[in-house]
């Protein structure tokens, strides 16, 4: 697609309940990254991928989240067991390469409400 | 701990008037530095990326300024329009080879242009 492209646009879910988030980065881009964007905070790096492997997952927050990324292409990024400050706007990121950790191009993200 | 602070955290100007958004941060060490527009319930999109030798770098009616030795960077806005209304967010890189994690992420500055 032209851009990078995130579903759903939004999710209201219950506590407790596991949700995944998809992202379709741009065609041909190796880097993909994961952030969250709470309210009134700086966006948090979660996770990186290098086509389909994840060198740096040092962001996420918990063993509640996961990620994972096929053919190089769309990434999932799965929480379990939901929690209310998992709360947040998901924003996924692509690069043509991973050689500088800028992510170039965003979604615009997913914006997930845990009730 | 690596940080970026920006001022003001909000910001209502008239339609037509220039603005300065600043950015200090202490991520070190440093590689380079990049504002972000955000528009509401979209992703953020890069303005300009400046390196350590670049003193000012322009994109149309933004102009942004580093200071490598104060660790400050401003984002100047001309003759500002309605469309100039969101976020502006400064990112700093330390150095490192790949990797999204040495990113640090200001809160932005919520710019709004009124008639």
């Known amino acids: 697609g032209a851009g990078v492209s995130q579903s759903p646009s939004n999710k209201v879910t219950e506590k407790g309940k596991d949700v995944e988030l998809r992202c379709d980065p741009i065609s041909g881009h190796t880097a993909l990254y994961w952030y969250r964007q709470s309210l009134g905070q700086g966006l948090e790096f979660l996770i990186y991928?290098?086509?389909?492997?994840?060198?740096?997952k040092s962001g996420l927050p918990s063993d509640r989240f996961s990620a994972e990324r096929t053919g190089g292409s769309v990434s999932t990024l799965t929480i379990q067991r939901t929690q209310q400050e998992d709360s947040a706007v998901y924003l996924c990121?692509?690069?043509?390469?991973?050689?500088?950790?800028?992510?170039?191009?965003f979604g615009d993200g997913t914006r997930l409400s845990i009730l | 701990k690596n940080q970026v602070e920006q001022s003001p955290q909000s910001l209502i100007i008239l339609e037509g008037k220039n603005c300065t958004l600043q950015?200090?941060?202490?991520?070190?060490?440093?590689?380079?530095l990049r504002w972000y527009k955000q528009d509401t319930g979209r992703g953020p999109v890069s303005l300009t990326i400046m390196t350590f030798s670049e003193n000012t770098k322009s994109n149309g009616r933004y102009t942004a300024t580093l200071d490598a030795d104060t660790k400050q960077s401003s984002l100047h806005i001309t003759a500002s329009q309605l469309s100039d209304s969101a976020s502006y967010i400064c990112?700093?890189?330390?150095?490192?080879?790949?990797?999204?994690?040495?990113?640090?992420f200001g809160t932005g500055t919520q710019l709004k242009v009124e008639l």
């Open positions: 990121a692509s690069s043509l390469t991973g050689d500088t950790p800028w992510p170039q191009h």
């Open positions: 990112v700093v890189s330390a150095e490192s080879t790949g990797g999204g994690n040495k990113l640090t």
């Open positions: 950015c200090n941060y202490t991520v070190s060490p440093f590689s380079n």
């Open positions: 991928f290098q086509g389909n492997s994840a060198p740096d």
